[in-house]
């Protein structure tokens, strides 16, 4: 069974700094290599994109919106992925998922393409 504990969420001031942490549990017979990825949700709005890591060469890719802020990095174990977000604003103000993907070679930015997901994390940034 596939188990994902994301933590690190809270509430901050505009201009703040906050690290959110995904710590995965992923049986062999599942997947032996994924994509990890993280999205957002905030109210009345869809889930979209924020930035995913590749299993081999751990590329990272990150959405406009939060590109040169956050930064997703991960443990050597692969265990565990980081979204280390500075210079927060209040339009980043949302509910933070990390996602699992089988696509493992790519940069998967699509949320159809992710087939497990953790309980989520709220973020909040006050102006």
Do not use: H
């Not at 565990?80 to 500075?86: G, K, R």
């Amino acid at each position: 069974q596939v188990r994902m504990v994301e933590s690190g969420g809270g509430e901050v001031q505009s201009g703040g700094s906050l690290r959110l942490s995904c710590q995965a549990s992923v049986p062999g017979r599942t997947f032996r290599s994924y994509t990890r990825g993280w999205f957002r949700q905030a109210p009345g709005k869809e889930r979209e994109f924020v930035a995913a890591i590749t299993w081999s060469a751990g590329r990272t890719t990150y959405a406009d919106s939060v590109k040169g802020r956050f930064t997703l990095s991960r443990d050597n174990t692969k265990t565990t992925v980081y979204l280390q977000m500075n210079n927060l604003r209040p339009e980043d103000t949302a509910v933070y998922y990390c996602g699992i993907s089988p696509n493992a070679g790519a940069e998967v930015t699509w949320r159809v393409g992710y087939d497990y997901w953790g309980q989520g994390t709220q973020v909040t940034v006050s102006s």
